[in-house]
């Protein structure tokens, strides 16, 4: 399995770093080691069709800042130069445009060439043009780690519960707003709560991505289409953010056994991101960072899952499960 | 795929329910229908090489107590006479002896025929026989049921986090329990908490089982065989039930933040059940009559998953899950 990895932050070289540790997984489950054949990062470039160690390119990307000797302007011509199996695009979200990821994206699709993603900007944009084109081209589009980072929800919508007709998914899927959510059911106002979420790296300096709910309607979105079948973009998403909830509200909920929390919810007909109120003790009434999904189906009834929403390892756990499922399906 | 339902209670009519209600599934996934070929109870049953009507077994067994006209002595002599290609073993559970359970599973799989159970006896008792006979004759054995109902907890493990090293498994096993302990919360006395979950019907009038953890001890053991290759038994377990907790112990618990519950722990060298403190918002810190369960792994963290332990429907969903996957593999 021949890899290009499109974008070298964190989460490509957490990728790296996963594709290293699990090389003898690979030879026993497979019979052969997965090779990355390329790295590109936003401006350079590093291939090799015997393989790249992947910890020397993490490294090399720390103390050079960039990740090949070879420089690039046009994305495309540097795949078109490479013989692989399975581009892992792990650029950059950019939510208005896709980014050079829609356009890595698309060209790979176009070329007959698996993806998996995690990138939520062309997902949450062009999801019903990227499928038809897989479809088209018969290939393996995967993309976990968009959703909820660790937690395994589109898996376990597509595979475990296959035989379920899923009637909702609501959610916690934005871990900076359940932090700050969290801190203010112990008595923070909020503006004290988000301070420390930027003080702890939660927070971007501008957080209006995350407390305006803009984050968790692309996953909103991405679930919407890739479990729904429905064919909606992120300007469809009612989308409330938690920027004017008061410790008044939080105190009053508290009252009554219950906390706030901010839900996304998706189904045949709905498509939200608001504040909820939430029983204490209720699987999305969870504290901290977390995010969690409760799916609700005709047979099961509600299941719950909750995993870490971001990391270097975590969000590559994800790229893991979906790289397994690719090999398994062309063993 | 012609399927033997052995044991007609709740679970195999909510079993043959479901197969009912999917077979546009079945027809559109596989091109063809699952025929359920002969259905046996503890002392009747009814077999048909075409495929018996599965809501008028349902109907019939409602009607008149029992599944078929034809009485039996031995079991293995009905499975037999019949032509199968996968067992579905629903017959109640024996954890001392495995009971009728343990000797279809075994001749089945004997026999060559893939096999479903939900059964925890034979599980909890026999795992790594059962699991030896299954590789030996390449037969699938799959008992996602046998775990928390409705909860995927083992095809989680084994497929989702393939890829993952997973630590430990801690979780709520025993939704009676769980509710129970929940009561207590909202400062019901332990003998009142036990009686409402009998009046729910939640709790058996003997309720050693549940309350003393040995319910929870048997998902414990199959849990620790089947995700962490031991080999170990329902008496290898340290068992502490909730009989002894206090509602000062309760009490205190809530003053600084915290819930009770019964925790089964899993790891490479802990076997346990005992009640545990457990942060409130934490994903096990959950109330009511859910299972829950959180997998440590290296990569992805803490997963958290929770669904209905119980219950004819969900169930019937697991079982539908291995169903699936079976025939997948089939394909």
Redesign the interface.
Same mark, same amino acid.
């Given at each position: 399995m021949r890899v290009l990895i499109s974008g070298f932050g964190t989460v490509g070289q957490g990728f790296a770093e996963?594709v290293a540790s699990?090389q003898d997984?690979f030879r026993e489950r497979y019979g052969k080691e997965v090779r990355i054949v390329c790295a590109m990062d936003s401006k350079t470039y590093a291939s090799d069709p015997d393989g790249l160690d992947p910890l020397e390119l993490v490294s090399v990307k720390n103390t050079a800042g960039r990740v090949g000797r070879n420089t690039y302007e046009d994305s495309v011509k540097v795949m078109d130069s490479v013989d692989y199996d399975l581009l892992v695009e792990v650029s950059p979200t950019d939510v208005l445009t896709g980014g050079v990821g829609l356009t890595n994206i698309v060209h790979a699709l176009e070329c007959g060439k698996d993806v998996i993603t995690v990138n939520k900007g062309p997902l949450a944009l062009k999801f019903p043009e990227l499928i038809g084109l897989a479809r088209k081209n018969r290939c393996k589009f995967r993309f976990e780690g968009s959703v909820g980072g !660790?937690? *395994?929800i589109i898996?376990?919508c597509h +595979?475990?519960?296959? %035989? +379920?007709r899923i009637k909702s998914i609501r959610g916690i899927f934005n871990g900076t707003c359940n932090y700050i959510l $969290?801190k203010m &059911?112990s008595g923070q106002p909020f503006e004290q709560a988000l301070r420390e979420a930027q003080q702890m790296g939660y927070a971007e300096s501008d957080p209006a991505n995350d407390i305006e709910g803009y984050d968790a309607a692309c996953k909103v979105v991405i679930l919407a289409n890739s479990v729904f079948g429905r064919n909606v973009t992120f300007s469809d998403v009612n989308v409330t953010g938690i920027s004017s909830i008061t410790s008044e509200a939080v105190a009053l909920a508290a009252a009554n056994n219950m906390?706030i929390r901010l839900i996304g919810e998706v189904s045949d007909s709905k498509l939200e991101v608001s504040p909820r109120l939430i *029983?204490?003790?209720? *699987?999305l @009434?969870?504290? %901290?960072t977390?995010n !969690?999904a409760q799916i609700l $189906? &005709? =047979?099961? @009834? *509600?299941? !719950?899952?909750?995993?870490?929403g971001a %990391?270097r390892? +975590?969000t !590559? $756990?994800?790229i893991?499960?979906d =790289?397994?499922a690719i090999m398994d399906a062309r063993k």
């Open positions: 996963v699990r997984f !660790a937690m *395994p898996n376990l +595979e475990n519960l296959m %035989g +379920e $969290s &059911d906390v *029983p204490k003790g209720h *699987p @009434g969870i504290s %901290g977390l !969690a $189906s &005709d =047979l099961a @009834g *509600p299941i !719950a899952i909750t995993g870490r %990391g390892k +975590e !590559a $756990s994800a893991l499960s =790289l397994i």
